[in-house]
């Protein structure tokens, strides 16, 4: 009985807000952007907060990276024209150092990395060889796909054996079994023994296929031991006109350590070690566990400056709402004066007017869910960016338009309820 | 006299007695009603007239229960209603009285049967339940065609008979129509006076404020105000008294 008197009224305000169709649905933009735009830029900022956080955590979060960088005062050199052949980077010394002065560490896995062309029949591709050794697998994120990783075997007999990644396969092996196949660098060719999946982990990707703007890991892996018997450490660079060398014993370092704690205390005294026995500042760390903390302050910082623009935009349109409740307050004096005279209360006069405003807020906040949940979806297909549209954003947003319509509803309502009936039957 | 209040208990709808309004205008007090006596029976037609400051209005407000008395009883079928609150004053409106105004005064977004639904809305009344009554009332003014109109697709004398079927919805104790046909033409005037003397005839109580001679011809009591006060009351034998 209530709750048909109630249907009643929604239906009355309905019809009330249909009689100015062009006014009220002016009044719904505000909340209707202010919805879309809430959930829209949150479905943005968590797809690619997500995508980042997923790219730090396949770094793994108890590791410690260390990468050869060549030292600026040698690109100098280079830039001068002199071919000279540079030496740098992580040594195996840095190696044993670390293992042996560094409390915490678990395990020290060394990569050498060479960028050179991958070849298979005809099909040839650019791409990273890299040499490490087995326990490679327990630091980094691999999914093997088929076959098996590289064994202590592989790395103790120089075997010529390799392990491929998914996108290589695709290019390289349109439609043969790679597992039975081998693949040719320079002049050396090499078994697959397994396949592995390693979309997303940035950091293993080639440079170049980065400035691409696309995600491409073309990786191959291969024993250590092998790698430097095949590619030995002097590094030839030839480019238009000019020849470098480079002189580089390991590219890369993931240093495993026992827990997250004690990533931070190793990461002061990686550096301190290495600082000592390098002259040159040819090496960075990179620490996960630290990008992913700052990832996720940033997503706060995010997360605050969007709560701001969207309670500012909501504050706009609920101010919108009252400014128009207000002039329909005035312009229907008349009709609740007669709705006094023929028996409403004060109590329904406020009803009716705050059912009008949440109906116009909850309206706009329908139309924004949709548009909010349609707008990251068209981002996603042209723009190519992950968007994730979380429920609790929805209902927030959807939440909060109701109540903006309450919240700004309610004062319109009580000026229309504090009308005395035989002043409002007056007014022309 | 006690034999007097004791038939007023049975049959009388309204009894005012030394009902008195005053208005505070800046810093002036204005004294609108000076002490009104006034009985109304049941199945009676009175008209109140009145030059404009004569406090026609005023009385009209207090009788309609949209104003309260600054002193003085007033008794609405036995009730007392002055001085009840806001929102008791509001459902005594709803429950007991029947209004028609000069501006006939309908809702514009409401069709006509809508309008004339709207005081069972404020009683919480099931509107299916008393929809065919409200169809009934509708071509009970002769409307029964116009029903899904919006009161803008309507004449002037097919308003006001809107109106007049909205103020009969819940069952009132009394009528009170304001200068029903202060908008009309003559012709209409004619019409609408007909169907409210015809309510009238059916028992129906009617008082009804008019500065129009011919109007206050359907009356069996007209009741002339002056100054606030009631200046002289005029039976109209033509009309015979219903009781």
Same mark, same amino acid.
């Given at each position: 009985m209530i709750s048909a008197h109630f249907l009643n009224t929604v239906q009355l305000g309905i019809k009330s807000l249909l009689v100015h169709k062009l006014r009220s649905g002016l009044t719904m933009l505000g909340i209707i952007f202010g919805v879309c735009s809430v959930i829209a830029m949150l479905a943005i900022g968590e797809g690619a907060s997500f995508e980042a956080q997923e790219r730090i955590k396949r770094l793994g979060s108890e590791n410690i990276i260390i990468n050869s960088i060549k030292p600026p005062e040698d690109n100098q050199q280079n830039a001068s024209g002199n071919s000279f052949s540079v030496e740098y980077g992580i040594t195996y010394k840095d190696v044993s150092r670390i293992q042996d002065t560094i409390p915490g560490v678990e395990r020290v896995v060394p990569l050498r990395i060479i960028r050179e062309n991958i070849r298979f029949d005809r099909n040839q591709e650019s791409g990273q060889v890299i040499g490490t050794l087995p326990s490679y697998a327990l630091v980094h994120n691999v999914d093997l796909v088929a076959g098996r990783f590289l064994t202590p075997t592989d790395e103790q007999f120089q075997r010529n054996v390799c392990v491929i990644t998914e996108d290589l396969v695709r290019k390289l092996f349109p439609y043969q079994d790679p597992l039975k196949s081998s693949v040719r660098v320079k002049d050396s060719y090499y078994d697959v023994v397994g396949v592995v999946d390693e979309t997303?982990?940035?950091?293993?990707?080639?440079q170049m296929g980065d400035s691409m703007g696309k995600a491409v890991d073309n990786n191959i892996y291969i024993p250590l031991s092998t790698a430097r018997s095949r590619f030995g450490e002097m590094l030839v660079n030839r480019s238009s006109g000019s020849m470098s060398a480079e002189r580089v014993e390991l590219h890369r370092l993931i240093v495993r350590l026992t827990t997250p704690a004690a990533v931070i205390s190793g990461e002061r005294q990686i550096q301190h070690l290495l600082n000592h026995f390098h002259k040159k500042k040819d090496f960075e760390l990179i620490v996960p566990l630290q990008l992913l903390r700052e990832a996720e302050e940033t997503k706060r910082m995010f997360n605050i400056v969007l709560g701001s623009i969207a309670a500012i935009s909501l504050l706009v349109g609920g101010i919108g709402i009252m400014n128009i409740m207000l002039a329909t307050v005035t312009e229907r004096t008349r009709e609740i004066g007669v709705r006094r005279a023929l028996g409403a209360k004060r109590k329904d006069i406020i009803v009716q007017f705050l059912v009008e405003t949440v109906v116009l807020s909850i309206g706009g906040g329908l139309i924004g869910v949709v548009f909010g949940i349609v707008v990251p979806l068209l981002v996603s297909w042209f723009a190519d960016m992950k968007t994730i549209i979380t429920a609790w954003s929805v209902l927030m947003a959807f939440g909060i338009s109701g109540l903006t319509g309450i919240i700004f509803g309610i004062y319109p309502a009580s000026q229309a309820a504090k009308l005395d009936p035989i002043d409002a039957l007056r007014q022309e | 006299m006690v034999g007097h209040t004791q038939a007023a208990d049975c049959t009388e709808v309204i009894r005012i007695r030394g009902v008195e309004k005053v208005f505070q205008v800046g810093e002036v007090l204005v004294q609108a009603l000076r002490g009104i006596d006034l009985s109304i029976r049941q199945g009676e037609f009175v008209a109140i007239m009145g030059p404009s400051g004569s406090g026609k209005s005023t009385l009209l407000n207090i009788l309609g229960c949209l104003d309260r008395p600054s002193s003085g009883e007033y008794f609405l079928g036995g009730e007392d209603v002055a001085r009840m609150d806001d929102d008791v004053l509001s459902s005594v409106r709803g429950k007991r009285l029947g209004f028609i105004f000069q501006s006939y005064n309908l809702i514009p977004q409401l069709t006509v049967l809508e309008n004339i639904q709207v005081p069972l809305i404020y009683q919480q009344e099931d509107l299916e339940e008393h929809r065919d009554r409200c169809i009934e009332l509708g071509s009970l003014v002769g409307l029964s065609e116009r @029903?899904?109109?919006? &009161? $803008?697709?309507?004449s002037g004398g097919q308003q006001q008979r809107v109106a007049i079927a909205r103020s009969l919805v819940n069952e009132p104790l009394m009528i009170l129509a304001d200068? &029903?046909?202060? $908008? @009309?033409?003559s012709q209409t005037e004619i019409e609408v006076l007909g169907i409210i003397n015809d309510l009238n005839k059916q028992g129906r109580t009617i008082v009804l404020v008019t500065h129009d001679e011919i109007v206050s011809h359907y009356a069996h009591r007209v009741i002339h105000m002056k100054d606030g006060l009631i200046d002289r009351e005029v039976i109209n034998e033509a009309q015979g008294v219903v009781s």
């Amino acid at each position: 009985m209530i709750s048909a008197h109630f249907l009643n009224t929604v239906q009355l305000g309905i019809k009330s807000l249909l009689v100015h169709k062009l006014r009220s649905g002016l009044t719904m933009l505000g909340i209707i952007f202010g919805v879309c735009s809430v959930i829209a830029m949150l479905a943005i900022g968590e797809g690619a907060s997500f995508e980042a956080q997923e790219r730090i955590k396949r770094l793994g979060s108890e590791n410690i990276i260390i990468n050869s960088i060549k030292p600026p005062e040698d690109n100098q050199q280079n830039a001068s024209g002199n071919s000279f052949s540079v030496e740098y980077g992580i040594t195996y010394k840095d190696v044993s150092r670390i293992q042996d002065t560094i409390p915490g560490v678990e395990r020290v896995v060394p990569l050498r990395i060479i960028r050179e062309n991958i070849r298979f029949d005809r099909n040839q591709e650019s791409g990273q060889v890299i040499g490490t050794l087995p326990s490679y697998a327990l630091v980094h994120n691999v999914d093997l796909v088929a076959g098996r990783f590289l064994t202590p075997t592989d790395e103790q007999f120089q075997r010529n054996v390799c392990v491929i990644t998914e996108d290589l396969v695709r290019k390289l092996f349109p439609y043969q079994d790679p597992l039975k196949s081998s693949v040719r660098v320079k002049d050396s060719y090499y078994d697959v023994v397994g396949v592995v999946d390693e979309t997303g982990s940035a950091e293993q990707r080639p440079q170049m296929g980065d400035s691409m703007g696309k995600a491409v890991d073309n990786n191959i892996y291969i024993p250590l031991s092998t790698a430097r018997s095949r590619f030995g450490e002097m590094l030839v660079n030839r480019s238009s006109g000019s020849m470098s060398a480079e002189r580089v014993e390991l590219h890369r370092l993931i240093v495993r350590l026992t827990t997250p704690a004690a990533v931070i205390s190793g990461e002061r005294q990686i550096q301190h070690l290495l600082n000592h026995f390098h002259k040159k500042k040819d090496f960075e760390l990179i620490v996960p566990l630290q990008l992913l903390r700052e990832a996720e302050e940033t997503k706060r910082m995010f997360n605050i400056v969007l709560g701001s623009i969207a309670a500012i935009s909501l504050l706009v349109g609920g101010i919108g709402i009252m400014n128009i409740m207000l002039a329909t307050v005035t312009e229907r004096t008349r009709e609740i004066g007669v709705r006094r005279a023929l028996g409403a209360k004060r109590k329904d006069i406020i009803v009716q007017f705050l059912v009008e405003t949440v109906v116009l807020s909850i309206g706009g906040g329908l139309i924004g869910v949709v548009f909010g949940i349609v707008v990251p979806l068209l981002v996603s297909w042209f723009a190519d960016m992950k968007t994730i549209i979380t429920a609790w954003s929805v209902l927030m947003a959807f939440g909060i338009s109701g109540l903006t319509g309450i919240i700004f509803g309610i004062y319109p309502a009580s000026q229309a309820a504090k009308l005395d009936p035989i002043d409002a039957l007056r007014q022309e | 006299m006690v034999g007097h209040t004791q038939a007023a208990d049975c049959t009388e709808v309204i009894r005012i007695r030394g009902v008195e309004k005053v208005f505070q205008v800046g810093e002036v007090l204005v004294q609108a009603l000076r002490g009104i006596d006034l009985s109304i029976r049941q199945g009676e037609f009175v008209a109140i007239m009145g030059p404009s400051g004569s406090g026609k209005s005023t009385l009209l407000n207090i009788l309609g229960c949209l104003d309260r008395p600054s002193s003085g009883e007033y008794f609405l079928g036995g009730e007392d209603v002055a001085r009840m609150d806001d929102d008791v004053l509001s459902s005594v409106r709803g429950k007991r009285l029947g209004f028609i105004f000069q501006s006939y005064n309908l809702i514009p977004q409401l069709t006509v049967l809508e309008n004339i639904q709207v005081p069972l809305i404020y009683q919480q009344e099931d509107l299916e339940e008393h929809r065919d009554r409200c169809i009934e009332l509708g071509s009970l003014v002769g409307l029964s065609e116009r @029903l899904d109109h919006r &009161p $803008n697709q309507l004449s002037g004398g097919q308003q006001q008979r809107v109106a007049i079927a909205r103020s009969l919805v819940n069952e009132p104790l009394m009528i009170l129509a304001d200068e &029903p046909t202060g $908008n @009309l033409d003559s012709q209409t005037e004619i019409e609408v006076l007909g169907i409210i003397n015809d309510l009238n005839k059916q028992g129906r109580t009617i008082v009804l404020v008019t500065h129009d001679e011919i109007v206050s011809h359907y009356a069996h009591r007209v009741i002339h105000m002056k100054d606030g006060l009631i200046d002289r009351e005029v039976i109209n034998e033509a009309q015979g008294v219903v009781s």
